[in-house]
């Protein structure tokens, strides 16, 4: 033990024995500071204003027995003495909570092991009021930590479950403890979780799983991000689990508003042309229009002569008039289905037909710029992917490319630029290729270009969402973005889809749809 001395309460109603314990201490120097009593109404009094770190308390006193104490004393250790050794009252003493019991014998000998009891009671409270203090410690810790924590042992026992778990699930922890994991009634897709477990158990390494659905308190459908830690273990046998878990719904609400903010603004950046587009051929059609109404009152005029009559030049005219009509159709019914919004988050696309869409909707931002060239396979299978996520993901790459041809064209304009979209398949992926000749990305920074913030662009110009949310979006479809470049030539992103997501039922459904689209085509043709 430390130099600190120890405040000793010694309740003795024999004189001669409350004078040998004085004397010993005196003679032994031992460290210890003491306040004495003769009687149970004394000590109770002294226990009232002042604290001990242990008491020795006679059993039988004048005025009643040790444990008539135990209420003034139930925070500190208690040494019982008595000069009859009596096996009952051993066993009443130690249950009412004395950490100790010693018979005084006539020669006093008990006094010369008394200061080891003493050490080691001391000793042991003071470990025991440590280990509660760290408890409480770690407890009130726990319940401070807003993430989800359920503690599950090898057994699949719940062994913990925070605040944080209560209020989530609203399942109080009396509920769960020490109950099967899996039947703690959290309502959420159970098979997947204990596919979870399964394949954890296996590897014993930390593994990330977001997006994983449950019914909250309200009804309401949320979101969780969820993380399992092995339980430290000497061997290699798992000794149990962590589920750290995170309700994630408002943080995907709002990554839902940044997308369709981020999708606005790319719309925002080609509805000018889009207008224009529209524009353009709606005023040549008026041009056309009053043409064919002029040379048709000329013709209908002169009825007996028509063949002097009929401009050379009118059917070619109402030919324009039906190809402007076409490309009008073309650009708003591609407009509409690049904007229309995902209603489900299980959906298969057409990689081609999105780019062709994507393509059209966004012409005017990119035709005064580049050339776009496309080498689409023609033997894609469906991709399981959001369309909004395809779509906003392929036209920000599209706008990046375009970004990096203009400013190389500011300092080389010695040949045009060129983008160019390539779909394939390679084994179990769709990838979409993006290349462009374009000013590039230095080696020194391409480490860094899908961290938040991060541009290459020059102020104003972009603001370092781009590439980071498209990462973040193809990644939760189950996808990877790379890309290869050469700084001041060139640079191509690759996104890669693994169509095994899709299912059977999903891929017939699509091929469904295709079919009926086709018809309906046909027919209006």
């Known amino acids: ?8 309460f010694f309740v003795e109603d024999n004189t001669i024995d409350r004078k040998s314990f004085e ?24 226990a009232k204003s002042q604290h001990f770190d242990i008491a020795i308390v006679d059993y039988m006193l004048g005025d009643g ?21 009596d096996e009952e009252i051993a066993v009443k003493a130690m249950k009412s909570g004395a950490c100790d019991y010693i018979i005084k014998d006539p020669s006093q000998n008990y006094l010369k092991f008394l200061p080891v009891v003493i050490e080691n009671a001391v000793k042991n409270s003071r470990a025991g009021k440590r280990f509660n ?34 209020q989530t699930f609203n399942i109080p922890a009396e509920q769960v403890l020490l109950k099967p994991f899996l039947y703690c009634g959290i309502e959420w897709n159970w098979s997947k979780v204990a596919a979870w477990i399964t394949d954890f158990s296996r590897s ?26 092995p339980f430290p273990s000497e061997n290699s046998e798992m000794s149990g689990f962590l589920f750290v878990a995170e309700d994630i719904t408002d943080y995907k609400i709002m990554e839902s508003q940044l997308i369709e903010a981020q999708k606005l603004k790319s719309m925002g950046r080609i509805a000018s042309g889009i207008a224009s587009e529209i524009k353009d051929p709606l005023e040549r059609l008026d041009d056309y229009t009053e043409r064919i109404e002029r040379n048709l009152r000329q013709l209908y005029s002169n009825l007996e002569n028509t063949a002097d009559y009929i401009p050379a030049d009118l059917l070619p005219d109402i030919e324009k008039f039906q190809n402007d009509i076409e490309n009008i159709t073309k650009i708003i019914e591609a407009t509409e289905q690049f904007s229309h919004p995902t209603l489900s988050d299980d959906k298969i696309i057409d990689v081609n037909q999105s780019i062709k869409n994507m393509l059209v909707v966004s012409k005017s931002y990119w035709k005064d710029t580049v050339t776009v060239r496309t080498d689409l396979s023609s033997d894609l299978p469906p991709v399981p992917c959001s369309g909004d996520t395809f779509n906003e993901v392929i036209l920000n790459l ?10 190389k064209l500011e300092t080389d304009n010695s040949q045009k630029g060129v983008v160019t979209i390539k779909t394939s398949l390679y084994s179990n992926w769709v990838q979409v290729h993006i290349t462009d000749n374009g000013i590039g990305i230095p080696v020194e920074i391409q480490d860094k270009i899908f961290e938040p913030f991060f541009s290459t662009k ?3 110009k972009g603001d370092g969402h781009g590439l980071a949310v498209c990462r973040r979006l193809i990644e939760r479809e189950g996808g990877m973005i790379s890309f290869e470049s050469e700084f ?11 169509v095994n997501q899709a299912s059977e039922e999903e891929a017939a459904n699509h091929q469904e749809i295709q079919e009926k689209t086709s018809i309906i085509n046909n027919k209006k043709s």
């Open 133 to 166: 203090y760290m408890h409480n410690l770690n407890h009130n810790l726990l319940a401070a930590i807003p993430s989800v924590l359920i503690g599950v042992d090898s057994d699949f026992r719940v062994t913990h479950w925070n605040k944080a778990a209560e």
């Open 488 to 498: 001041g030539k060139w640079t191509t992103f690759t996104v890669h889809f693994n």
């Open 458 to 460: 020059k102020p104003g």
């Open 1 to 8: 033990m430390n130099d600190e001395k120890i405040k000793i």
């Open 204 to 229: 014993t390494h930390s593994s990330i799983h977001e997006q994983m659905r449950y019914v909250k308190p309200d009804g309401k459908i949320g979101r969780l991000s969820v993380k399992i830690c």
């Open 65 to 85: 027995t040790a444990f008539d104490l135990f209420g003034f004393l139930d925070d500190i250790p208690v040494i019982i003495t008595t000069g009859a050794g």
């Open 398 to 407: 599209l706008v990046n490319s375009v970004d990096a041809v203009a400013q």
């Open 23 to 46: 004397r010993m201490v005196s003679r032994e120097n031992l460290p210890y500071d003491f306040v004495t009593a003769g009687s149970i109404k004394e000590a109770g009094e002294i």
